[in-house]
């Protein structure tokens, strides 16, 4: 944890050389919008103007959450063991996904409730599923640290493999409850206004999760001032890993992109924990659930998808690298004004 401290900011000269190079490209200045920014943002994270992105992996941290007792989910967390079993194995949704993208997908137990007859599953765990939020806090304070170290550790073991930029993804069944509580404390607005469906609850069920989550606060008293302390009150095991994925990614440069709501709010207590991280992370889309846009604007990030996903394990996450494709080959590629003769356009001021 002592890595988290010694965090150190993006490379600025890099930033402004990626960003000069956009501007030599005969087109009006900044016309690539947000994708430029990233690019630049990018090169402040690998510390050069000659980006890569070409090594990809989808990192998806699987975890239970005791929560899932209150009825706050449509179906049982014996179902987080089977989708996790189904990512590593190649099978789920974000490997049809990831596929398309040149990305390897890898998925790690760090808090899955049952033990999973996987080979292919990296077995991480922290603890066998987190405690109900409801009556007390979700994990230990040495659980918690131990899943943020996981993910920092992985990101370590990817990056010495030569891997350049890292999507993170998540499977728990109840894990939209505990991110509803983070985010409602985080940004300080009630549970109604950051709690929604999950995978599909009815009506009478989104009222339940709203008092669930408001218990949780009541009981848990969290302070959005303590980062670490407000996710092992009310986060889980896969959430505190992302956590350490984004940390990670700041301590060892190398860019992680944010996928949905539950990745937003990892990404968002990392910031808690050094807000020097957000130089290291990108936004893919914006969520269809209701905390979202805040969790993202909390990091000071925006989003270029905004298609109301709301899938998960790093599908959102993954579909902004063709578009990331797709500027590198502008960036690298087209005319330049110095190779023709278009007039260079003038700042606006």
């Given at each position: 944890m002592d890595r988290i401290k010694q965090i150190v900011p993006s490379d600025k000269a890099a930033y402004?050389?990626?960003?000069?190079?956009?501007?030599s490209i005969a087109k009006p200045l900044g016309s690539f919008g947000l994708l430029e920014e990233m690019i630049q943002?990018?090169?402040a994270v690998q510390g050069t103007a000659d980006v890569d992105i070409s090594v990809?992996?989808?990192?998806?941290?699987?975890?239970?959450?005791?929560?899932?007792?209150?009825?706050?989910t449509q179906c049982g967390q014996e179902v987080t063991a089977e989708c996790a079993k189904a990512i590593a194995e190649g099978r789920s949704n974000i490997n049809a996904v990831a596929a398309a993208f040149n990305t390897e997908v890898i998925a790690a137990d760090v808090g899955i409730a049952a033990d999973v007859d996987c080979g292919r599953l990296i077995r991480s765990k922290a603890v066998y599923g987190t405690?109900?939020?409801a009556v007390g806090a979700a994990m230990t304070a040495e659980e918690c640290e131990a899943a943020i170290v996981t993910g920092?550790?992985?990101?370590k073991e990817l990056s010495l493999r030569g891997t350049k930029i890292i999507v993170t993804g998540e499977m728990g069944i109840g894990n939209t409850t505990s991110t509803a509580a983070i985010a409602s404390v985080l940004l300080g607005l009630p549970p109604e206004q950051v709690t929604g469906r999950g995978a599909?609850?009815?009506a009478e069920g989104l009222q339940r999760k709203n008092n669930v989550v408001k218990r949780a606060i009541e009981v848990n008293k969290p302070d959005k001032n303590k980062p670490f302390e407000l996710l092992s009150k009310l986060g889980g095991a896969e959430i505190a890993a992302m956590t350490g994925l984004f940390l990670g990614g700041a301590y060892y440069h190398v860019p992680v992109i944010i996928d949905g709501v539950i990745s937003a709010a990892a990404a968002a207590?990392?910031?808690?924990?050094?807000?020097?991280?957000?130089?290291?992370?990108?936004?893919s889309h914006c969520s269809g659930e209701p905390a979202a846009e805040g969790l993202l604007a909390y990091c000071g990030l925006k989003a270029p998808i905004n298609a109301?996903?709301?899938?998960?394990?790093?599908?959102?996450?993954?579909?902004?690298?063709p578009l990331l494709d797709g500027a590198l080959a502008l960036y690298r590629n087209s005319h330049r004004f110095d190779e023709t003769n278009i007039e260079r356009y003038a700042e606006l001021t």
């Amino acid at each position: 944890m002592d890595r988290i401290k010694q965090i150190v900011p993006s490379d600025k000269a890099a930033y402004s050389a990626a960003k000069s190079q956009w501007d030599s490209i005969a087109k009006p200045l900044g016309s690539f919008g947000l994708l430029e920014e990233m690019i630049q943002s990018i090169a402040a994270v690998q510390g050069t103007a000659d980006v890569d992105i070409s090594v990809r992996k989808a990192i998806v941290m699987c975890g239970d959450h005791g929560v899932v007792s209150e009825g706050v989910t449509q179906c049982g967390q014996e179902v987080t063991a089977e989708c996790a079993k189904a990512i590593a194995e190649g099978r789920s949704n974000i490997n049809a996904v990831a596929a398309a993208f040149n990305t390897e997908v890898i998925a790690a137990d760090v808090g899955i409730a049952a033990d999973v007859d996987c080979g292919r599953l990296i077995r991480s765990k922290a603890v066998y599923g987190t405690k109900n939020i409801a009556v007390g806090a979700a994990m230990t304070a040495e659980e918690c640290e131990a899943a943020i170290v996981t993910g920092m550790d992985m990101i370590k073991e990817l990056s010495l493999r030569g891997t350049k930029i890292i999507v993170t993804g998540e499977m728990g069944i109840g894990n939209t409850t505990s991110t509803a509580a983070i985010a409602s404390v985080l940004l300080g607005l009630p549970p109604e206004q950051v709690t929604g469906r999950g995978a599909g609850l009815s009506a009478e069920g989104l009222q339940r999760k709203n008092n669930v989550v408001k218990r949780a606060i009541e009981v848990n008293k969290p302070d959005k001032n303590k980062p670490f302390e407000l996710l092992s009150k009310l986060g889980g095991a896969e959430i505190a890993a992302m956590t350490g994925l984004f940390l990670g990614g700041a301590y060892y440069h190398v860019p992680v992109i944010i996928d949905g709501v539950i990745s937003a709010a990892a990404a968002a207590i990392a910031c808690g924990m050094n807000p020097l991280c957000r130089e290291y992370m990108l936004a893919s889309h914006c969520s269809g659930e209701p905390a979202a846009e805040g969790l993202l604007a909390y990091c000071g990030l925006k989003a270029p998808i905004n298609a109301g996903l709301r899938l998960g394990e790093g599908t959102g996450g993954v579909l902004l690298l063709p578009l990331l494709d797709g500027a590198l080959a502008l960036y690298r590629n087209s005319h330049r004004f110095d190779e023709t003769n278009i007039e260079r356009y003038a700042e606006l001021t």
